[in-house]
């Protein structure tokens, strides 16, 4: 290995460049963390939540209760913000059609 500073090879098992007296800097070692799995969304609760959608009315009511609550899975919360967003240009996209017929 060389020095960083001079270029001088150094040794294996120094820590000091003999030319400037530089200490190797050592790579730091990766952290390897495990994935958070409480975010993650379960099969069930994903079936339950498109059954749920297919209710009139009360599909609009749950997406804003759960698009806009504190805390809770994360995971969730995004899949009810990303279908309120579908919900709202579908409905705009409906609304621009029947008004320009």
């Not at 339950?48 to 209710?55: E, N, P, R, T, Y």
């Not at 009810?80 to 579908?90: D, F, P, T």
């Amino acid at each position: 290995m060389n020095c960083e500073k001079c270029g001088v090879e150094i040794p294996e098992g120094s820590q000091l460049c003999a030319a400037c007296q530089v200490e190797e800097s050592k790579p730091k070692p990766v952290e390897h963390r495990p994935q958070n799995t409480d975010d993650l969304l379960s099969l069930t609760k994903a079936l339950l939540f498109f059954v749920v959608m297919a209710i009139p009315l009360v599909n609009i009511i749950l997406l804003l209760r759960w698009s806009f609550r504190k805390g809770g899975n994360k995971s969730f919360t995004n899949l009810a913000r990303a279908s309120l967003i579908v919900l709202a240009v579908a409905l705009l996209s409906y609304l621009l059609v029947v008004i320009l017929a």
